[in-house]
């Protein structure tokens, strides 16, 4: 008894270790936009989700065999622009009148780094601050500064305003 004890709290830290905490802006505005969200989250492979109505961030946790841009996807495809993905228009315009929020606005809060730490930029994804809120044109990889990394085919500047 006391092996097979030992042996299910060594399976259940192995689970634990493999999976990965994240947070990301989620455009939403109220109860109804946090089940929707969470729930998204969730069915895309989440063990845990939160959204936060009053700072607009979802933190997930995700096993080793589920991207973070599958949670994206997922959370745009139920209305709800995210630093990853957009909300489809019949989507969003389908929400309930208080869940619209305003997607001029809410563009800025969903603004998430690619350029960090020389990450792979993806073309659409936003710029955090040291890159001056630009976004990514390219799959280049920027350094700080916003310029393309010496890898790129070209020397111009991967980060155009947005």
């Known amino acids: 008894m006391k092996n097979i004890l030992t042996l299910l709290v060594l399976v259940l830290s192995l689970n634990l270790a493999a999976q990965q ?18 729930k998204a989250a969730k069915e895309a492979g989440a063990t845990e989700a939160n959204w936060n109505d009053e700072s607009k961030m979802l933190t997930v946790t995700l096993p080793a065999s589920v991207t973070l841009s599958a949670i994206q996807q997922k959370v745009a495809a139920v209305g709800h622009d995210n630093a990853g993905a957009k909300a489809p228009d019949e989507v969003y315009n389908k929400l309930h009148g208080c869940c619209k929020y305003d997607r001029a606005a809410a563009g800025a809060e ?3 780094s690619c ?3 020389g990450e792979s930029c993806k073309k659409g994804e936003h710029k955090s601050a040291d890159c001056k809120g630009k976004k990514c044109s390219t799959k280049d990889k920027c350094t700080k500064d916003g310029k393309c990394s010496a890898s790129s085919k070209d020397s111009k500047d991967c980060c155009k305003k947005s």
Do not use: D, L, P, Y
């Open 21 to 38: 905490t994240t947070t990301f802006a989620v455009s939403g505005n109220c109860g109804m936009c946090k089940s929707r969200i969470e």
């Open 110 to 112: 969903v603004k998430q």
């Open 115 to 117: 350029c960090q730490s």
